[in-house]
């Protein structure tokens, strides 16, 4: 279980670390103009991300099945496990935001000159990786310059709740399955329940703020110097909505196997 729970805490580091690292992307393309090709770029991130959680979860699935044989097994520690890797994953994407900002910003221009993703991979020669060290920035956060944003308090705090419950879904729908193990197929499945909920205030409160604020630093320039902040504080939110997830693991997977009995 050792090698499996490593897996997994490998590719849940990379889910996270990706969907962070998205916010770098946005802002390299503010800072080229080329905001449509970024958010494409975005796209493509996502969808490796998303990937490798269609793989996370079988493998994670596996330690309910063995709890079931072995009872001494304690799979709610390895769950916990599983979202202490999504912080570090998360913690990780911040501090390297400032290096993959600018080499999302040389992707997105080699990416204009060929005209096509497969086009611009297979132009890439040796030295041209060679060459990504010089892009490396060592992070640099000063609380200072985080105070005078103007980002409503609230709208970080949703931001919090939502990566948490997001962080949660599959996780709790699991434990809920090794919690109700007479109804375990219908509890493993019901991981919209919790994320439902999260897609709801994403959809209608977070995403539409972000890109306001983002079309604000298309257009503002004075505004641009200061994107990079609020980026770099949306990342941070999500990195304590990925520790609120450990507080909301098991009353989430009640909640599951409260529903699943009533439905």
């Known amino acids: 279980m050792i090698q499996s729970l490593f897996v997994v805490c490998v590719l849940t580091m990379i889910i996270h670390m990706f969907e962070t690292l998205s916010y770098s992307l946005r ?3 503010i800072r080229v103009n080329k905001l449509a090709v970024a958010l494409s770029l975005t796209g493509i991130i996502l969808l490796v991300s998303r990937t490798a959680n269609l793989i996370q979860a ?5 330690f309910i099945d063995y709890a079931k044989i072995e009872p001494t097994f304690d799979v709610l520690e390895y769950l916990r496990m599983i979202l202490i890797a999504a912080s570090i994953g998360t ?5 390297l935001s400032p290096t993959f900002a600018r080499i999302w910003e040389r992707v997105i221009l ?5 005209g ?3 086009k611009m991979i297979s132009s890439v020669t ?3 990786l060679k060459n990504a060290k010089h892009y490396v920035r060592k992070p640099s956060f000063r609380i200072s310059n985080f105070r005078y944003l103007g980002i409503p308090k609230r709208f970080i705090m949703l931001n919090i709740l939502v990566t948490g419950i997001y962080s949660v879904g ?3 729908s699991l434990y809920a399955a090794h919690l109700v193990p007479e109804l375990s197929t219908s509890a493993s499945q019901a991981s919209g329940l919790i994320n439902g ?3 709801i205030l994403l959809t209608i409160f977070i995403d539409p703020q972000i890109g306001l604020l983002t079309d604000k630093a298309c257009q503002d320039e004075k505004y641009k110097e200061q994107i990079g902040r609020i980026y770099v504080m949306l990342m941070a939110s999500r990195f304590v909505g990925t520790i609120l997830a450990q507080f909301l693991l098991v009353p989430a997977a009640y909640f599951i196997s409260e529903m699943v009995k009533i439905f």
């Not at 079988?58 to 596996?62: D, G, H, Q």
């Not at 080699?110 to 060929?114: D, E, F, N, T, V």
Request: glycine share 6%.
């Open 58 to 62: 079988p493998m994670t699935a596996k």
């Open 126 to 128: 040796i030295g041209q």
């Open 27 to 29: 802002l390299a393309g």
């Open 91 to 95: 913690l990780f994407a911040i501090l």
């Open 110 to 114: 080699k990416l204009q000159l060929a």
């Open 197 to 199: 909920i999260a897609t």
């Open 116 to 118: 096509s993703l497969p």
């Open 170 to 172: 599959v996780l709790a």
